[in-house]
């Protein structure tokens, strides 16, 4: 049904001659004339109408799961479009009711003046599923449609990343900042950490005007070659969409996910849900003022949300409401990085209950607002008190085991030098902390334990997952490592934080990374990481693989220290683990803390 073998091809894939694409091709000689006239009707209308003209459509088709009965009995709302896109327009606006009706009005002709065209362009073709696809489409199931899509629709963004061959052939690592300082306006610089400090090694790229390095496009230049993530936005529409209920506070998000057959959406569980608890999605943004996100569902939904979450914000019934479902509020207040709400919500269920769920995320709260050591004290007390829950048990061991033993005196102890380099808050080594041979050794120890214990890890950081192994979990390391941060790393850094002893540096989270260009992990993109100071140490060298590095988005640079030496940050500088292009890349990411001498361990 086909009006040629190239629409075909472009809408189905292939070039047999089945399916919908005929009845909205504007280039199909019988009927072209009238599509173009719909189509451009509904760009200056509702394209609303076009979506529901499609969704007929791809019923003919004999690769569709649905027919058009199936689809109008999913699709049933009980409110007519014109209603409908009447609230839609409104949104929070207050009217009086001639305007409404008047715009009840327009609407209603426009949704006839649309239906009418689409039959008119349709009865035009005397195959019989066409047809009947006339006949069925009444001038009420059409309007029925087009309320369920506007009703129903759910924006999505899927980010796809992909590397791009710069248009400059590759530049090697030994041309010098003299040589390329006029070669280019647009660049990110490249710092490769040399084996003596005698002199900092620049190299320069072009870059491509249109790509911005910024926290939501990374563009990373790794000889000659950009690794740019780029976003594609989408409307779903399905017939199990009108099923899931609205919620603030939801149980379940949709999300895109890639197979073999294309995009798949799929409705995922934010956290367990009983058998007779029902599905629900939030319809509006979840950030918004309760005031304004009540107004969106009430003008555009017409519904009223009393869940957990409105309640609490709005301060009506919330002593009513369930501690489970105020703990859900919270969580979803981490989630949402909005860490003071979350913490007065928490300390407000502490008060009816203690919970050693509560005090383990009334931890996560203060660390979101760079309470750290009140947090890790925290953790420590409720642990007394629940000494069986588990994440709080997890916490404490992983505490001890990198407990610093440093005496308060560390006067006469050597440690490396950092030099301070690009900006502020960023530093470098002069020499190893670890020699080839350590690093050498520390990666195969590493490789020992992912195999004993089925694998590296992949899952433990939420927001940017790391193909990782925590190094207190490798017995033949953490004895080393901690050695290593009393006598040298603690120090360096007291050098250049001011005011900060050796021993008031305490470890938050510290991990092997493994960077495999052609198997898992291969870059990360722009972020922040959970730490107040945050350290990337070199466990093999330059020659070992191509690429890779810490980009530092808000200075456009790429910092490689070489094997055994380690760059240190603050934690909230963006930055974004650079692509390698060949080999594999071993580094140890650390997230330290000051710890705070006014910490208590009282709950």
Request: hydrophobic residues 40%; charged residues 20%; negative net charge.
């Amino acid at each position: 049904m086909f009006c040629s073998e190239q629409c075909c091809k472009v809408a189905s894939g292939s070039t047999h001659k089945f399916g919908w694409h005929r009845l909205l091709c504007i280039d199909e000689g019988l009927i072209g004339g009238v599509v173009s006239e719909f189509e451009n009707y509904c760009m200056h209308t509702s394209e609303t109408f076009l979506l529901v003209a499609k969704l007929i459509a791809r019923t003919i088709s004999i690769s569709s799961s649905s027919d058009l009965k199936q689809i109008l009995s999913e699709h049933v709302t009980g409110v007519p479009w014109h209603i409908a896109a009447a609230r839609s327009k409104l949104q929070s606006n207050c009217a009086r009711y001639e305007t409404f009706s008047r715009m009840l009005t327009v609407l209603k002709d426009e949704l006839f003046q649309a239906w009418e065209l689409l039959m008119l362009c349709w009865s035009q073709i005397q195959e019989s599923t066409v047809q009947e696809l006339v006949k069925a489409i009444t001038l009420d199931k059409f309007s029925e449609l087009a309320a369920s899509l506007e009703l129903t629709l759910k924006p999505a963004t899927w980010e796809r990343s992909k590397c791009v061959v710069d248009v400059v052939p590759d530049i090697p690592f030994t041309v010098s900042l003299d040589d390329m300082r006029t070669a280019c306006d647009n660049h990110t610089r490249v710092f490769n950490m040399p084996n003596t400090c005698t002199e900092l090694d620049l190299v320069e790229h072009r870059l491509d005007p249109k790509v911005n390095l910024c926290a939501h496009s990374l563009a990373c230049v790794v000889q000659g070659r950009i690794m740019t993530t780029k976003a594609w936005n989408f409307l779903i529409t399905g017939h199990r969409l009108p099923r899931l209920m609205h919620s603030c506070c939801p149980n379940a998000q949709i999300e895109l996910e890639t197979s073999t057959c294309g995009l798949l959406t799929k409705v995922i569980a934010l956290h367990n849900v009983s058998s007779h608890e029902p599905i629900t999605v939030s319809y509006v943004d979840t950030s918004m003022s309760v005031e304004r996100r009540q107004q969106k569902l009430i003008s555009q939904f017409g519904i009223v949300c009393s869940c957990a979450k409105c309640c609490w914000e709005s301060k009506k019934w919330y002593s009513c409401l369930k501690a489970d479902d105020m703990y859900k509020v919270a969580l979803q207040y981490l989630e949402e990085d909005r860490y003071y709400d979350a913490e007065i919500l928490l300390r407000f269920l502490l008060c009816r209950k203690y919970s050693a769920d509560v005090l383990h995320s009334l931890g996560q709260a203060f660390l979101g607002q760079d309470k750290w050591g009140k947090a890790h004290a925290l953790w420590r007390g409720s642990q007394r008190l629940y000494p069986f829950h588990s994440a709080l048990k997890n916490q404490i061991e992983k505490d001890d085991a990198y407990r610093s033993s440093l005496p308060d005196s560390t006067v006469g102890l050597e440690h490396p030098a950092l030099l301070e380099f690009v900006a502020a808050s960023v530093w470098l080594t002069e020499k190893p902390i670890l020699s080839k041979a350590q690093c050498a050794q520390w990666i195969r120890t590493a490789e020992w334990a992912a195999h004993a214990q089925g694998g590296w890890n992949t899952s433990r950081h939420y927001a940017v997952p790391t193909t990782d192994l925590p190094i207190h979990s490798i017995p033949g390391i953490l004895d080393d490592w901690n050695q290593l941060m009393d006598l040298a790393i603690a120090p360096a850094l007291a050098t250049v934080i001011s005011n900060a002893k050796p021993q008031d540096f305490r470890v938050h989270d510290a991990f092997i990374v493994k960077y495999d260009s052609n198997d898992g992990q291969y870059y990360l993109p722009v972020h922040r990481d959970q730490g107040q100071l945050s350290l990337t140490i070199a466990l093999n060298d330059h020659d070992e693989y191509t690429g890779g590095g810490t980009l530092f988005h808000s200075h456009d640079v790429i910092v490689r220290p070489s094997v055994g030496n380690f760059v240190a940050f603050k934690s909230a500088l963006l930055h974004a683990g650079a692509p390698i292009l060949n080999g594999k890349r071993y580094i140890i990411a650390v997230f330290l803390y000051l710890e705070d001498p006014t910490s208590t361990d009282q709950t």
